[in-house]
Nanobody
Framework: QPRLVESGGGLVQPGGSLRLTCTVT????????AGWFRQAPGKGREGVSC????????EYSDSAKGRFSVSRDNGEGTVYLEMSNLKPEDTGVYFC??????????????WGKGTQITVFP
């Protein structure tokens, strides 16, 4: 059965960096595009980044562009999100999901449970 597990979250100071890992089991990752989403306290879920099946197409939200980098390793069954120059506004629960993320969150097929990112001095 498909399962996605995020890891690498935690507390970080403004300007710091984190690397999130999404470990995917129970499906062939090379059949799916993948995306990262987040939900800030009191706000709705928003897309952060999307990566194509083979990693050749990447998209970022305006807030993530220039600071975040998404990558994947289909052989390892992993998707990554490298985050730098983190800001308090980046605080929230980050979710990994597989599916046609270029269409929107509502089209994703499987979701992880999320990992908390807190940016605070």
């Amino acid at each position: 059965q498909p399962r996605l597990v995020e890891s690498g979250g935690g507390l970080v100071q403004p300007g710091g960096s984190l690397r999130l890992t999404c470990t995917v089991t129970g499906l062939s990752l090379n059949d799916y595009a993948a995306g990262w989403f987040r939900q800030a306290p009191g706000k709705g879920r928003e897309g952060v980044s999307c990566i194509g099946t083979r990693g050749g197409r990447k998209e970022y939200s305006d807030s993530a562009k220039g600071r975040f980098s998404v990558s994947r390793d289909n052989g390892e069954g992993t998707v990554y999100l490298e985050m730098s120059n983190l800001k308090p506004e980046d605080t929230g629960v980050y979710f990994c999901a597989v599916g046609p993320c270029y269409r929107g969150a509502e089209y994703m097929d499987y979701w992880g449970k999320g990992t908390q990112i807190t940016v605070f001095p």
